[in-house]
C-alpha cells in the first residue's frame, strides 16, 4: 500500500501520533527521492512505537536491513529502496557525523541543526552516529525519540551506542563534545587526566576505525589539551584534521566589538582568537575589522580594547554561567555549525576564522606540537591554510606567549596520554576555563 493512502480510521486515532510520524517523515522523504517508486512492506520493522498489527494497516515503505538492528535506532533502523535517488542524481552520498556527549546540553541544540542541513545544505543527506555512557543511554534514547519525531528529511540513520568503536566506524566528521565538567574542589591537574583519558580512547578509536580523512572539532574540555591528545593517539589520521573549538570565542569577540562600535555585528571581520580556550586567550583586536577598516582605527579607545574587551571575551563564558546556572549551550553548538560551515565553504576574501589547529610550520613563530587558536582560510573541502596576512605587535606577541605558556605545561601534565613519557603538572595558578572564575 502506498504511504499517501494511509487513512487510519476513528478507532485507530490513538496510535496516529506516534505511527504519524513515522509515516510522515517519510512521506516527506518519499516526495523529493521515489515517488513514483513500488513501494515494498514492512518485515517486522523496528519502530519505537509499538503497534499491534491487526489495529493500523501497514503504512510504511521500508524494509529492514537486520544487519543495522543492534545499532541503528527506531525508525532509522527502516531500509528504503534508494535506487530512483541514485538515478536522479538529486541527492549527494550520505555523509556520517558522529558525535560524542550526544546526550548533553549541546547536543542537544546540536543534533538538530544538522539534522536541519545547516551545515552541509538542502540535498544532503546525513547519518547521526551518537556516542553515549551507561550513565546516559537512557537519555540518549530521548535524544534519539525527539529526533525520529523532527521528520527531517536529511537524517536517513540515527544509531546510538556506548562503543566508539561503533560509533566512529567510516565517520567523516567526529563532533567530540562528551567530557567531565570541572567539579568544586578538584584540580585542574585531574581534569586533564580525566577527560584526556577520554580523548586517548577517542583518538585510538578513530584511528582504527574513522575515515581516513575525518575532521574531528573538539569542544570538551580543556579543548585544546584535549584534541592534541586525540590526535596524538590517531597517527593514521593527518594532524591538520584535528580542531579544537575556539570559534564561540571568536563569536563572542565579534559580538562585543559591534556593540562598542555601534554596528551589526557581520560587519566585524579578520577575527582572531590566539591560543587556549581558557581566560589566557587572546582575542585579537589588532587584525580585525570593522566595516573592512581595522578596529583600531574605528574603536580609538585602546584602553578599552586592552582591558575591558579582551576580558570579557576571556571571561564571557563565566559571566554566563553566572546568568544562567550553566555553560553556553545554545551559542557554542552555533559556533560548531559556523566552524563546519567555514570548512565546508569557501571563506569570504580577505577574511578568516579561528580555529584551534596543530602547530606544525606555522609563520607566526608559536611553539610546535601543540593545538592553538590561530586565524584559518578554506576553500570549502574541509581542509584550511593559515592566514599569512597578520600582523604581530608587541602587546599581541606578550599575550601570544603567555597563552602559550599555558599550553606547553598543560601538554606536559598529559605527556602520560599522548605517548611522550612521564606528566610532570606545573599549571599556571590562574590557568581557567572561560566558564571558570
Ligand atoms: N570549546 C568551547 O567553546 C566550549 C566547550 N564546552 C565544553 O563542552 C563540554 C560539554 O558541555 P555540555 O554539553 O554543556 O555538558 P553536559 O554536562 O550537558 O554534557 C556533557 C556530556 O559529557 C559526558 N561525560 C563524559 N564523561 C563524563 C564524566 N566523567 N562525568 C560526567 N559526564 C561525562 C556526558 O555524557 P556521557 O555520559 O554520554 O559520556 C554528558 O552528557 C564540556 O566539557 C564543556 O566544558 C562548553 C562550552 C563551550
Ligand atoms: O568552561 C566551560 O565549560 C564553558 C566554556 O568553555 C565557555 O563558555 O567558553
Known sequence: MAIAEFSPSHTETRFLSSQFSLSASRRLYNRRTFSSLPLPRPQNAKVLCSIAPNQVQEPVTATVNETKNKECFGVFCLTYDLKAEEETKSWKSLIKVAVSGAAGMISNHLLFKLASGEVFGPDQPIALNLLGSERSFQALEGVAMELEDSLYPLLREVSISID???????????????????????????????????????????????????????????????????????????????????????????????????????????????GNHSTTQVPDFLNAKINGMPVKEVIKDTEWLEKEFTEKVQKRGGALIQKWGRSSAASTAVSIVDVMKSLVTPTPKGDWFSSGVYTNGNPYGIAEDIVFSMPCRSDGNGDYELAKDVIIDDFLRARIKKTEAELLAEKRCVAHLTGEGNAFCDLPEDTMLPGEQ
Open 164 to 274: 566508539p568503536y561503533e560509533v566512529f566506524q567510516d565517520a567523516e566528521w567526529a563532533l567530540l563534545i562528551g567530557a567531565k565538567p570541572r567539579g568544586p574542589g578538584m584540580e585542574r591537574s585531574a581534569l586533564l587526566d580525566i577527560n584526556g583519558q577520554i580523548f586517548a580512547e577517542q583518538g585510538k578509536a578513530l584511528n582504527a576505525v574513522a575515515s581516513r580523512n575525518v575532521k574531528v572539532i573538539v569542544v570538551g574540555n580543556p579543548c585544546n589539551t584535549n584534541a592534541l591528545i586525540c590526535l596524538k593517539n590517531a597517527p593514521n589520521i593527518p594532524a591538520k584534521n584535528f580542531h579544537a573549538l575556539t570559534r564561540l570565542d571568536e563569536n563572542r569577540a565579534k559580538c562585543q566589538l559591534a556593540l562598542k562600535a555601534g554596528v551589526f555585528y557581520d560587519k566585524v571581520s579578520n577575527m582572531t582568537i590566539w
